[in-house]
């Protein structure tokens, strides 16, 4: 029995509002995770710990930058509701030593926060930015939710589990 080691993103394609966004990047900038704490500190208890809240993160930013300025980075910009990057992950089967391939699929809602138009540059790329402040977000790989954070419904799933739901039936 081997196991599937993720090597490389194969490649990926950016979608809203049913099109597909051309002129993305090579590179989409995922949110980074960091819980709201409560710091404790009382008797009984040999300094503060900082207490990871359940569920409940800061804020949540996505950058997807564009090769350059144009239409299509402007239909993003004044893209609502959801944005959905697929992409096909190159995997390494152990057991059979050859590459087979898994999808990856991120959903996410939220609204533009800020952008750069980037830089005008002879034979190069402007490389402009567009960076959304994250509601929502959900990871599939290879079909199996790995991931999903509804700040506005209160969910929040690891690997399936729910780990709010207890919290959500007792308010």
Same mark, same amino acid.
């Given at each position: ?34 819980? !709201? ?9 040999? +300094? ?15 950058? #997807?930058?564009?090769?350059?300025? +144009? ?7 004044? @893209?609502?509701? #959801? ?6 992950? @190159? ?14 699929? !991120?959903? #996410? ?22 960076? /959304? ?34 919290? /959500?039936? @007792?308010?």
């Amino acid at each position: 029995m081997g196991y599937k080691i993720p090597t490389v993103l194969n490649n990926f394609n950016t979608y809203g509002s049913g099109r597909k966004y051309v002129g993305v990047a090579a590179e989409t900038t995922l949110p980074s995770f960091e819980h !709201i704490t409560e710091t404790l500190d009382g008797a009984g208890i040999a +300094g503060e710990i900082e207490d990871p809240v359940e569920g409940s993160f800061g804020s949540l930013e996505s950058e #997807t930058t564009f090769l350059n300025i +144009g239409l299509e980075m402007f239909n993003f910009l004044t @893209q609502t509701g #959801t944005v959905t990057y697929r992409g096909s992950m @190159q995997v390494l089967n152990t057991a059979t030593q050859t590459n087979d391939f898994v999808g990856l699929v !991120i959903t #996410t809602k939220g609204k533009v926060k800020s952008f750069e138009l980037g830089a005008l540059k002879k034979g190069g790329k402007g490389e402009p930015k567009i960076v /959304r402040e994250l509601t929502y977000i959900k990871i599939m790989i290879d079909n199996q939710n790995v991931l999903e954070l509804d700040k506005f419904n209160m969910i929040y799933k690891l690997n399936g589990v729910d780990k709010l739901q207890k919290v /959500r039936s @007792q308010i």
